[in-house]
T-cell receptor, first 115, second 117 residues
Framework: GDSVTQMEGPVTLSEEAFLTINCTYTATGYPSLFWYVQYPGEGLQLLLKATKADDKGSNKGFEATYRKETTSFHLEKGSVQVSDSAVYFCALSSMFSGGYNKLIFGAGTRLAVHP | GAVVSQHPSWVICKSGTSVKIECRSLDFQATTMFWYRQFPKQSLMLMATSNEGSKATYEQGVEKDKFLINHASLTLSTLTVTSAHPEDSSFYIC?????????????FGPGTRLTVL
């Protein structure tokens, strides 16, 4: 079945460092890909998405490119801030019987950024 | 916009009792809501899809008689954990899809932590 694998955390960085969180997926169809972020004590928020191959999603300095050839959707940011400390979830959306989409999540990667 | 709330945020109950968790879309209508379960340091696992006015669709391996879902209005879905046991202790998260948008984006609630003693 469809699945998402993302790098284990925690990832600990100093402020202004470059961030990469790897995400790869397995899907039978052509899924949409998402990154969600969960700040402490809050719900998951959509960070960015891409709906087809070679699309680049971007938001708040974060980027991820839908790479069909490598089945990847790695999250990157050029210069992280302390406020980026959170748990990041990679997810895919697949169409299932009944005509609706459902999300399949990776395990989440905790990011801690220190001043 | 697109805020989803859950109540309660945490609950502790005795084994054998039932617990109801509410999920509300505060500023949009949601024909479809989803219930997830998250174990510590693990992924969110979809339990069921809740459709307003109809029966929920449960994922394989989820007991529908144990996890009762009701989606009686366009802004409210409830999950009732019946006869809870310690193994039901977990973090339960709901999400909602905005009925007015042609998108598969889901908006998530903050989650409810259930501890069964």
């Amino acid at each position: 079945g469809d699945s998402v694998t993302q790098m284990e955390g925690p990832v600990t960085l100093s402020e202004e460092a470059f961030l990469t969180i790897n995400c790869t997926y397995t899907a039978t169809g052509y899924p949409s890909l998402f990154w969600y972020v969960q700040y402490p004590g809050e719900g998951l928020q959509l960070l960015l998405k891409a709906t087809k191959a070679d699309d680049k999603g971007s938001n708040k300095g974060f980027e991820a490119t839908y790479r069909k050839e490598t089945t990847s959707f790695h999250l990157e940011k050029g210069s992280v801030q302390v406020s980026d400390s959170a748990v990041y979830f990679c997810a895919l959306s697949s169409m299932f019987s009944g005509g609706y989409n459902k999300l399949i999540f990776g395990a989440g990667t905790r990011l801690a950024v220190h001043p | 916009g697109a805020v989803v709330s859950q109540h309660p945020s945490w609950v502790i109950c005795k084994s054998g009792t039932s617990v109801k968790i509410e999920c509300r879309s505060l500023d949009f209508q949601a024909t479809t809501m989803f219930w997830y379960r998250q174990f510590p340091k693990q992924s969110l696992m979809l339990m069921a899809t809740s459709n307003e006015g109809s029966k929920a669709t449960y994922e394989q391996g989820v007991e529908k008689d144990k996890f009762l879902i009701n989606h009686a209005s366009l802004t409210l879905s409830t999950l009732t954990v019946t006869s809870a046991h310690p193994e039901d202790s977990s973090f339960y998260i709901c999400s909602a899809r905005d009925s007015g948008l042609s998108t598969d984006t889901q908006y998530f609630g903050p989650g409810t932590r259930l501890t069964v003693l």
